[in-house]
């Protein structure tokens, strides 16, 4: 299950971010400066094997991408994933990521 890594080292010109991990994934997400709004998000997976991310950027055309290095990816796969681990999120965290995790399944 995903839990907060706590003093999470900050870079300011990337805006603050909060860092989520469990044994198989990272949740990277990254707020304007007041933390009122989410401007992107990293979902790693398979850690211990071909690692795969999910990226997402508000305001960009093509919301999401993803990066493989097998080239491999299946959508079904990371929101069955993301379910299985996402119990501890934040409300506001957990409904984006599932939003956009579902907007790319219907693409």
Do not use: H
Request: aromatic share 10%.
């Amino acid at each position: 299950m995903l839990v907060e890594i706590e003093g999470v080292r900050q870079i300011p010109e990337d805006g603050p971010r909060r860092w989520f991990v469990d044994e198989n994934m990272d949740l990277i997400i990254w707020y304007q400066p007041d933390f009122s709004t989410i401007t992107g998000f990293q979902l790693c997976y398979d850690k211990k094997s071909v690692q795969r991310c999910l990226t997402w950027q508000r305001g960009r055309e093509s919301k999401s991408s993803i990066l493989s290095a097998d080239g491999q990816f299946s959508i079904k796969r990371v929101i069955r994933l993301f379910e299985t681990a996402c119990g501890k999120l934040p409300d506001k965290e957990l409904n984006l990521i599932r939003l956009c995790l579902k907007e790319t399944e219907r693409s």
